[in-house]
């Protein structure tokens, strides 16, 4: 029974994994992600972690991956992505994780882990929030120093720059890139601009 | 648990409420705020977390590098010692962005960044739970993504922030897995507990083991810009503001090296010592291509990234010879908190560099011993040092280095392979000077008629001489930091009771 459960919990995992990274609509490709990180919920379950089963639903199904399918469905696709397909980068990503995959496999059929057992206590949740309390609190400081960092983060990178700031950055960064034409010529301006003053 | 008021907590409240402040201050002022006000508080926070990580680790308040604690963090002297040299960067990046950021916007964000970031930097090196140095891990590299792509209008910025996103996230998720089996295979998140597992596992459980070890070492050399992980590297120092670059090939590469110390114990000393040949011929592989990609740059930011891979290599011979030798751990954490300080200052130079003459490519660089004097000064003082020349600090510590190589290639002869290290290392120094020095040539020998520029960046200027004292200083008297990173160092040859 639990093997049958694990290897279509595997089929949907995995499947949707693929399908999320294939699909050239973002909104199936969000929808799919939905079914991947569903599909981990459901291997939760069958370690006996209900609550980190209920959790991965209502974080990532339901928050992330609906704040994933807004923000498809209010940002124009073509602002965000240009489509530049190389056949053979394809090739050699999946050949790479063709390779990862035997290796990490091959060394864990190796090992001394042949079965489960099946039918262990359930883990105790409130122990969880008891060490998040005790042993792990300063790793809770920092997780909200993270949100802190991550949230300030994406703000100015999200935010619309004002015409004069906008300005004044696009001065810089040709400069400082120095890439071809644009860059170079900026560069070129202000070196001048130097030596004439 | 944890004292609150033990130093990294300490440190965390610091920065973190200043961090945190920044930002909050910037919106009550209506974002009318100057550059320098927001530098000013973020360098006087900074300069009171090195304070007092100074004055715990001198008033003898630390426990002597431990590695390995019953809890999460650990206030001991090998934590102290990379959060000087994390804390010394962010110092640094923070002083020499001032006149850079000034064309810029969004003052207080970029500053209370680099403050999260130094957190995490320092959290890595005191984190003894596998749990805590990945949080730490992330708070270290989330806000460096934000600021590498902090030109949003400039094409190789956002190229540089995308790169190096996407293999930021690949290597948590690799540092992940690895946790992930460390846990399965031991029941615990905690290092030392995690070493006390491996050690007593079932032989048929030890492949297991390696392959966790094998995908931290993987993760954290990302980070590191070890070879085969570095590809990004060069991309993401070229295209980010060169003070961000700074932050990162002086702090978050280092943090790395910090992380990597802890987990080499876990896997050299619980699992048996063979795999530190494979450490051994990474090395190689990362000093030879660092040093002879930089040959071939022609931009001044993307040699000196190329020239920090090739560092990376250096600091790699004293983990690999590290369980045989036992100044190898040493010459490691005297190597990092030198070439914090070098490449710190090289890239602050190439910021002043940017933000006066706007040019980074090496033709361009003609004269600037005439139009810049100062910053060509402490540029020449930092690639003389990088390529370690005497009597400057870079010197000594390659020294340490190769020397426990020597070390480890007489005292085990499961180390026989071990001097060949120090002489791959000598080389790739001698061809690393051939670049340093055409860079020299080209600022001081070419380009007669340049005129000196009106002012020099003045923050820049700090940098550069607060660096060239470092330099000069500890080159000629480098006494202090080796005790120090002696006392820092943690021993980790066989019978060094790391196992019970």
């Known amino acids: ?197 | 648990m944890i004292d609150p008021g033990s130093t990294p907590m300490i440190v965390v409240a610091l920065l973190g409420t200043v961090g945190v402040a920044l930002p909050l201050i910037s919106v009550a002022r209506g974002e009318r705020g100057s550059n320098s006000f927001y530098a000013a508080i973020s360098l006087g926070a900074l300069a009171a977390a090195i304070g007092y990580v100074g004055y715990q680790a001198a008033a003898g308040n630390v426990a002597p590098g431990a590695l390995l604690s019953a809890d999460v963090v650990s206030d001991d002297a090998f934590g102290g010692f990379f959060a000087i040299a994390m804390l010394a960067v962010a110092i640094m990046t923070t002083a020499g962005s001032i006149n850079y950021m000034r064309r810029m916007q969004h003052h207080a964000v970029y500053y209370s960044l680099i403050l999260l970031s130094a957190i995490g930097m320092v959290l890595v090196a005191y984190s003894t739970d596998l749990v805590m140095l990945f949080v730490a891990w992330e708070l270290m590299s989330i806000p460096t993504y934000v600021l590498a792509g902090f030109h949003k209008r400039n094409p190789s910025s956002n190229e540089a922030a995308i790169k190096y996103f996407l293999f930021g996230a690949l290597a948590s998720a690799v540092i992940i897995y690895g946790i992930s089996i460390a846990y399965g295979l031991t029941g615990s998140t905690n290092i030392a507990e995690v070493v006390r597992g491996f050690a007593a596992l079932d032989p048929s459980m030890v492949p297991l083991a390696l392959l966790a070890a094998g995908l931290f070492i993987a993760g954290f050399g990302f980070k590191m810009g070890l070879v085969p992980f570095h590809m990004w590297l060069p991309d993401a120092y070229e295209g980010s503001p060169p003070p961000v670059a700074a932050l990162l090939a002086a702090g978050t590469k280092k943090a790395g090296f910090a992380a990597a110390l802890r987990v080499v114990v876990m896997g050299a000393v619980a699992l048996n010592l063979d795999w530190t040949l494979a450490l051994g011929i990474i090395a190689v592989m990362t000093m030879t291509v660092g040093n002879v990609a930089a040959i071939m740059q022609r931009n001044l930011a993307r040699m000196l990234a190329y020239s920090s891979i090739g560092h990376a290599g250096y600091i790699l011979i004293g983990l690999a010879v590290a369980p045989f030798s036992a100044t190898g751990s040493t010459g490691a954490m005297f190597h990092v908190l030198n070439h914090a300080v070098m490449k710190g200052a090289a890239f602050i130079a190439v910021a002043g560099i940017v933000t006066t003459l706007a040019v980074t490519h090496l033709d361009k660089l003609k004269g600037l011993g005439r139009r810049m004097p100062i910053t060509a000064l402490g540029l020449t003082v930092s690639l003389l040092a990088l390529a370690g020349v005497p009597p400057l600090n870079g010197f000594w510590s390659k020294l340490v280095l190769f020397g426990s190589a020597i070390d480890a290639g007489s005292a085990s002869a499961a180390a026989s392979w071990a001097p060949w290290l120090a002489v791959a290392g000598v080389l790739n120094s001698a061809l690393s000077l051939a670049y340093y020095g055409w860079i020299i040539r080209k600022m001081y020998f070419e380009g007669e008629e340049e005129k000196r520029v009106r002012s020099e960046p003045r923050s820049v200027v700090a940098v550069m001489v607060f660096s060239m004292l470092f330099m000069v200083g500890f080159g000629v008297y480098p006494d202090p930091i080796i005790q120090f990173a002696e006392f820092a160092a943690p021993a980790f040859s066989a019978g060094a009771g790391i196992v019970p």
Do not use: C, N
């Open chain 1, 1 to 197: 029974m639990a093997d049958a459960a694990f290897v279509a919990l595997s089929v949907l995992t995995v499947g949707s994994a693929i399908a999320a990274l294939e699909l050239r609509s973002m909104i199936y490709g969000s929808i799919a992600l939905m079914g991947t990180l569903g599909g981990i919920a459901g291997f939760f379950f069958l370690l006996d972690s209900p609550f980190v089963a209920l959790f991965q639903i209502a974080v990532y199904v339901g928050s992330i991956a609906v704040l994933i399918l807004f923000t498809v469905m209010l940002v124009r696709r073509e602002l965000i992505f240009k489509k530049v397909e190389d056949p053979r980068r394809r090739l050699a990503g999946i050949g790479l994780m063709l390779v990862f995959m035997v290796a990490v496999g091959a060394v864990v059929l190796d090992s001394g882990i042949k079965q489960v057992s099946a039918g262990g206590p359930p883990v105790e949740f409130t122990e969880i929030g008891e060490d998040f309390l005790t042993y792990y609190w300063p790793a809770l400081v920092l997780m909200a120093l993270v949100l802190a960092a991550s949230v300030t983060g994406a703000l100015v990178l999200a935010r619309r720059e004002e015409p004069d700031g906008a300005a004044a950055a696009a001065e810089i960064p040709a400069a400082a890139g120095e890439g071809p034409g644009a860059g170079e010529a900026g560069a070129e301006g202000v070196e001048h601009g130097q030596r004439a003053g």
